[in-house]
T-cell receptor, first 113, second 113 residues
């Protein structure tokens, strides 16, 4: 157990819908990262937050958005869902403020039908 | 732009043999290189990492070597066991500002009993 929690574990929804994925970082970690992993694919970096502020953006679609709240948990919002958005979405956290290890949560498996 | 190439994409070895996975990074400012192991449907788990101020690091059957001049680093697994079968990802990070990782495309390692 990495100490990073993600909810829900599984999500099945229809095309065109909107969903919210939630992540709670390890205690004391200030940075949260979101990744997308499609079937048998690598880890695509989406976005990073550090202590409530957006710090880096990767290949994140305009239909996707995220935020980090004052209690440091983060939410990833996916809207106008398409079949191709079906994937595992991982959240990771790190201490931040330097180059530290990232610890991954168990992931949310999103299936768009 | 930033890029990490990882080879091979698949690797099969006999139990007890060694396995080597290689990664090459493009950004010479990169200074932190973690390796992750991901079993099917599970979260990536950090197995070993190395920073740019050292050339080699070892943890039991796992070792990582770094060649900053050539901008490549390698994962070495000795005395492989069936439970080593998984997908392995390398990553590079330069730490300045964002601390985001650039991941390699992954290597699927199969250890044959």
């Amino acid at each position: 157990d990495s100490g990073v929690t993600q909810t829900p574990k599984h999500l099945i929804t229809a095309t065109g819908q909107r969903v919210t994925l939630r992540c709670s970082p390890r205690s004391g970690d200030l940075s949260v990262y979101w990744y997308q992993q499609s079937l048998d694919q690598g880890l695509q970096f989406l976005i990073q937050y550090y202590n409530g502020e957006e710090r880096a953006k990767g290949n994140i679609l305009e239909r996707f958005s995220a935020q980090q709240f004052p209690d440091l948990h983060s939410e990833l919002n996916l809207s106008s869902l398409e079949l191709g958005d079906s994937a595992l979405y991982f959240c990771a956290s790190s201490v931040g403020g330097g180059n530290y290890e990232q610890y991954f949560g168990p992931g949310t498996r999103l299936t768009v039908t | 732009g930033e890029n990490v190439e990882q080879h091979p994409s698949t690797l099969s070895v006999q139990e007890g043999d060694s396995a080597v996975i290689k990664c090459t990074y493009s950004d010479s400012a990169s200074n932190y290189f973690p390796w992750y192991k991901q079993e099917l449907g599970k979260r990536p788990q950090l197995i070993i990492d190395i920073r740019s101020n050292v050339g080699e690091k070892k943890d039991q059957r796992i070792a990582v070597t770094l060649n900053k001049t050539a901008k490549h680093f390698s994962l070495h697994i000795t005395e492989t066991q069936p439970e080593d079968s998984a997908v392995y990802f390398c990553a590079a990070s330069k730490g300045a500002g964002t601390y985001k990782y650039i991941f390699g495309t992954g290597t699927r390692l199969k250890v044959l009993a």
